[in-house]
């Protein structure tokens, strides 16, 4: 008998709409590695919250999120 028969998933597209989503989500999504994602989080062009030990960006952050637009600010890496 399984524990999880019963409980309702959150897809990524509502976690992408509402929620939280994990550095590794938004590599997959964006096609980017995380050195890239963290540079720019470093650069200050993607916020992140953290909750507990993980950290967490926020879905509509997310979506409009463009891999190294530290670089289109004019800040070099």
Excluded: Q, W
Aim: proline share 3%.
């Amino acid at each position: 008998m399984s524990f999880v028969e019963n409980v309702a998933s959150v897809t990524l597209a509502e976690r992408l709409d509402y929620g939280y989503v994990t550095i590794k989500e938004v590599c997959a999504l964006k096609l980017c590695g995380t050195t890239t994602v963290y540079a720019d989080i470093k650069a200050g062009v993607l916020k992140v919250e953290k909750h507990g030990r993980s950290t967490r960006i926020s879905g509509p952050l997310a979506k409009a999120y463009v891999p190294g637009s530290r670089h289109l600010n004019g800040e070099a890496a």
